[in-house]
């Protein structure tokens, strides 16, 4: 029987990352190159902000942001982040309070180590629910 994870850090994945400074038009190219729907902005390796695809299309295409505007013009900041030593259920609660899908996850000196996302999360809890459903029917099925 494998124990219970306690902490986020074996949902978070790899990040991408940028600049405040760098262009929406590279924004884009590093959200299409690496199939991610967001963009960490950092600065001394702490995250400032976070770019996600609706982002640029609503300031490129419905408010006419250039394509060379930096992308600190369509950031969302300050970001919101867990650490990585924070619980699941934390996890899920700041995405709610929050609204959002994507949480950076930094460490205690609040420097950036990747992110989590609500469908890397829901994933899991389906599977988990699974288990569970599976574990319930099994006992019923003995009984």
Same mark, same amino acid.
């Given at each position: ?22 262009? $929406? ?32 299309? $609503? ?65 899991? $809890? ?18």
């Amino acid at each position: 029987m494998r124990a219970v994870t306690k902490t986020i850090e074996t949902f978070v994945k790899q990040v991408v990352t940028a600049s405040p400074d760098d262009t $929406l038009a590279s924004v884009a190219r590093l959200m299409d190159r690496h199939n991610v729907g967001a963009v960490v902005l950092v600065e001394n390796h702490k995250p400032v902000g976070i770019v996600t695809d609706r982002d640029l299309a $609503l300031e490129l295409g419905a408010r006419g942001l250039s394509p060379q505007a930096p992308a600190r013009k369509a950031m969302h900041s300050p970001v919101q982040w867990v650490y990585r030593d924070d619980g699941v259920f934390d996890t899920t609660q700041a995405l709610m309070e929050h609204g959002v899908r994507r949480l950076p996850v930094v460490d205690n000196d609040d420097e950036l180590v990747g992110i989590v996302t609500l469908d890397d999360l829901l994933r899991v $809890l389906s599977r988990e629910l699974s288990n569970l459903s599976q574990g319930i029917k099994s006992e019923m099925e003995v009984k």
